[in-house]
């Protein structure tokens, strides 16, 4: 069985790969708007011992989504329609029997709740796995510190292939520098560099 798995480098979508990496034959998809460069997810990809390919999204969600996250003053609508775009894209336009992602059961943003999923896999004729969906952060964390090489940082100073960066990257240019930093808190991203 083949699975895509949605790919930022970050350590939920590659913890989700170690754990689907038993039972399929796992790609990592990074979904684009060709704002970024997917190079980040493709080194790590490399490193990880996984094949990667990208997928192009809809320009048209990308700007949908940068005007909701600056009219909301916040990214989550933003950032919770790219997923399900991205998600619904890799079912559509990939031939894979699976498609996957790295969303975990804290995560507020993204997510993809039972009615999304059955949709897609009725539509695509796919199936839908969130691996990580019953997992906590604690133990995530614990996970990813036995099983993976991780490198931490503010969002901008960590360089991955992921819809935040590209949001950033576009509500910046349409609303100027200080747009991006009034929709985004400070948090801290991360990169996986390999595995241990």
């Known amino acids: 069985m083949r699975a895509a798995l949605l790919y930022s480098a970050g350590k939920d979508s590659t913890l989700a790969a170690l754990l689907l990496e038993e039972f399929y034959d796992v790609t990592l998809v990074t979904a684009s708007f060709g704002v970024v460069d997917p190079e980040p997810a493709r080194e790590a990809a490399a490193a990880l011992g996984f094949p990667h390919e990208t997928v192009d999204l809809d320009p048209d969600v990308a700007r949908e989504a940068v005007d909701r996250m600056h009219e909301d003053g916040y990214p989550r609508n933003g950032i919770q329609r790219v997923h399900e775009h991205a998600v619904e894209r890799v079912a559509h336009v990939t031939d894979f029997d699976t498609v996957a992602d790295g ?4 995560d507020r943003v993204p997510t993809v709740d039972r009615p999304l999923a059955q949709s897609v896999e009725d539509r695509f004729d796919v199936d839908y796995l969130a ?6 952060r604690g133990a995530i964390d614990d996970m990813v510190a036995d099983r993976l090489v991780v490198e931490t940082g503010p969002s901008e100073a960590i360089p991955k292939a992921d819809y935040e960066v590209e949001l950033r990257a576009l509500l910046a ?24």
Not at 103 to 106: E, K
Not at 131 to 136: D, Q, R, S, V, Y
């Open 103 to 106: 969303t975990r059961r804290d």
């Open 131 to 136: 691996p990580l969906a019953g997992i906590g």
């Open 173 to 196: 240019d349409e609303y100027g520098e200080t747009a991006v930093d009034d929709v985004f808190p400070d948090h801290v991203q991360s990169r996986v560099r390999g595995r241990r």
